[in-house]
């Protein structure tokens, strides 16, 4: 996808990664791109600084979506590519409450759900369209301290791998986003998860949104902004129990525990 001339809708586009791609996709010629965000005042600032349109929601309720989906194709046109990146990190281990793990799991892939159930029939119809999922490299390779994160990131891959494996020979990409540490809100703390999450260090959002366009020009099914995270899946399925085994230790060294 080469998203010069197209129409974008960015969720979680008040702050950090959702920011660095409007400004990026914006840099690029996008015909017009939504800023949307629970926050509507980020949004607006988003909007106001890289053009386009800013638009209140809440991710994790289908009703909004459909709203911004309904809105966007009715006021300003077919959605190219939609990017389901708002995300948040809750849940951190077994005393987590129920309520924790309910909103990780709206937000984190209902999001996605919802936008592909009322998009994906429309892009069929008109021959194509992009969905850019953000996950996370806790998708793939789990998130020491923060476990509602990380198995709703898993969740999230495995929803964008069943998109695309569905409808990729009706014209729809998927991307899935998979980021270690970025440095954003979620990630300006010295916790446990975003230590294990910075291993191979703290990746800017500028760089990040690189790594992106490279992988939609691409149409990279799975983005890996940093290269480290394959060498780390290839060990993973290379020997699971070694895996779990590192891991641990890594867990241990972190925690203290
Ligand atoms: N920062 C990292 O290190 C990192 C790494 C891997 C993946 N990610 C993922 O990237 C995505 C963006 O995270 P970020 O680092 O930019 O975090 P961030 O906290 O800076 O931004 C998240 C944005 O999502 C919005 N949001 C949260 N809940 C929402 C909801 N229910 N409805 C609408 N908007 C909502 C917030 O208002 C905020 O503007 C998330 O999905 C996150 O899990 C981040």
Redesign the pocket.
């Known amino acids: 996808m080469d998203v010069k001339d197209k129409i974008i809708v960015v969720?979680?586009?008040?702050?950090?990664?959702?920011?660095?791609l409007v400004k990026r996709f914006y840099a690029a010629g996008a015909k017009h791109i939504v800023s949307?965000?629970?926050?509507l005042d980020?949004?607006k600032a988003t909007a106001a600084e890289f053009g386009g349109t800013a638009m209140q929601?809440?991710?994790?309720?289908e009703d909004?979506i459909k709203a911004v989906i309904d809105k966007t194709e009715s006021e300003i046109g077919p959605i190219d590519l939609f990017c389901s990146?708002?995300?948040?990190?809750a849940g951190r281990d077994l005393a987590s409450s129920n309520d924790e793990w309910t909103?990780s799991w709206?937000?984190?892939v209902m999001?996605h759900v919802y936008a592909a159930r009322h998009l994906a029939p429309k892009m069929v119809e008109r021959g194509g369209g992009y969905f850019l999922n953000?996950?996370?490299?806790?998708g793939l390779l789990n998130q020491i301290g923060s476990v509602a994160?990380g198995v709703t990131?898993h969740a999230a891959v495995g929803f964008g791998e069943w998109l695309a494996l569905t409808y990729k020979h009706q014209g729809i990409g998927v991307s899935i986003?998979?980021?270690?540490?970025?440095?954003?809100?979620?990630?300006d703390n010295a916790s446990a998860s975003?230590q294990a999450?910075?291993t191979d260090g703290?990746?800017e959002?500028d760089e990040l949104a690189e790594a992106v366009m490279e992988g939609l020009a691409n149409n990279t099914f799975c983005i890996l902004p940093h290269k480290e995270v394959l060498g780390y899946m290839r060990r993973k399925t290379d020997d699971y129990d070694r895996w779990i085994g590192g891991m641990n230790k890594l867990h241990r060294s972190l925690t203290g525990e």
């Open positions: 969720t979680g586009a008040a702050s950090g990664i959702g920011v660095a949307v965000d629970i926050n980020g949004a929601a809440d991710v994790s309720k909004d990146n708002a995300g948040i990190g909103l709206d937000v984190n999001s953000t996950a996370s490299a806790a994160y990131k986003l998979c980021p270690q540490a970025v440095r954003t809100a979620m990630t975003t999450a910075a703290m990746m959002p």
